[in-house]
């Protein structure tokens, strides 16, 4: 969208500097406001790694509209009398860094004393008006495009548990939960999308059936296309995955079928809760193509992973091989 927030830029009218009460930014004319907010315990030990994936889970919300990160506050929980403050400062310096990577400002923050680290960003964002993307957008026809594997729920999980290779599994988490839903973002405006959702703690197979509900449709899900990390595959066999996703996939079983021959195993990482996954897009079948390529230009692991079946008052999803 061509935003330039980072230093140096006529963003802030009053900057959160010295002792002002708050920050005051300018506001584009003809655009609409898009705000969320967003904040979670660490899920790798890195504390800069940290304060990236937690501020581009928080970011990604904006994204999945369709919209612009403008500004951003922190959100800070920290046993400050336990810990060494320079914890504190890699987080921060993390959630900064990626901030700054969205184009947007941080414009302030809060923080309080607590047993436990905690960190996130309350984040606004800017989207022109008639070309907002709802979980609400899905119509008949539409594929489904997936832009992260899924996974990364059952990693943490081995993290927590100390199982496997630490550095290769944390690596993988930072890789893929602290990258930005910024081109996906950018596909929405481009091509004008109205379907979109970012897959986090419900999994892909929960927050698809939220799309299906609220469009009232019908939404078929082809496991065998769905992309997985390897490792968490593996993991997944072993039986290591999160009480989030067995929550999940109960919540969603009066409402989700799933086909006899798929294997339990990629049902398992469908309902996988994830932290900062990518975003499932509803795409007229006449764009896909054209989607496909402009999202491989900058994704690495970009998938068509189902079909808008039906129209269905009550919003159903069938899991398929």
Not at 147 to 165: N, R, S, V, W
Not at 176 to 202: C, H, M, P, Y
Request: glycine share 10%.
């Amino acid at each position: 969208m061509g935003l330039d927030l980072n230093e140096g830029s006529d963003v802030f009218i009053v900057p959160p500097m010295g002792s002002v009460d708050a920050s005051v930014l300018k506001f584009p004319s003809n655009m609409a406001l898009i705000q969320t907010v967003d904040f979670f315990t660490p899920i790798v030990n890195n504390p800069y790694w940290f304060g990236q994936i937690a501020a581009a889970n928080a970011l990604s919300d904006v994204y999945a509209m369709g919209g612009q990160p403008y500004s951003a506050m922190n959100i800070v929980c920290f046993p400050v009398k336990k810990m060494n403050l320079s914890v504190l400062k890699e987080i921060l310096r993390g959630g900064l860094d990626k901030i700054k990577e969205a184009g947007a400002v941080l414009a302030g923050g809060h923080s309080v004393e607590d047993e436990e680290i905690k960190y996130g960003l309350a984040v606004s964002g800017l989207v022109d008006p008639g070309k907002v993307a709802t979980n609400a957008g899905l119509k008949m026809g539409d594929l489904l495009i997936l832009t992260k594997p899924i996974g990364t729920g059952i990693l943490a999980t081995a993290l927590k548990g100390e199982l496997g290779d630490e550095k290769k599994i944390e690596s993988l988490i930072y890789k893929w939960s602290a990258r930005l839903n910024a081109r996906a973002g950018e596909a929405i405006q481009r091509f004008n999308l109205k379907a979109s959702t970012d897959v986090t703690g419900f999994g892909l197979g929960g927050h698809i059936l939220e799309m299906a509900r609220a469009s009232m449709v019908e939404v078929e899900i082809w496991a065998n296309k769905v992309p997985v990390l390897d490792i968490a595959r593996e993991m997944a066999a072993m039986g290591i995955i999160p009480a989030g996703s067995y929550a999940n996939k109960h919540f969603c079983s009066k409402m989700v079928s799933i086909a006899s021959d798929v294997d339990q195993i990629l049902v398992d990482l469908i309902f996988d809760a994830q932290t900062s996954g990518g975003l499932v897009l509803g795409v007229p079948e006449f764009l896909v193509q054209d989607v496909l390529v402009f999202l491989q230009e900058t994704e690495e692991i970009v998938e068509v992973i189902g079909r808008v079946k039906a129209e269905d008052p009550a919003g159903h999803v069938i899991i398929k091989d």
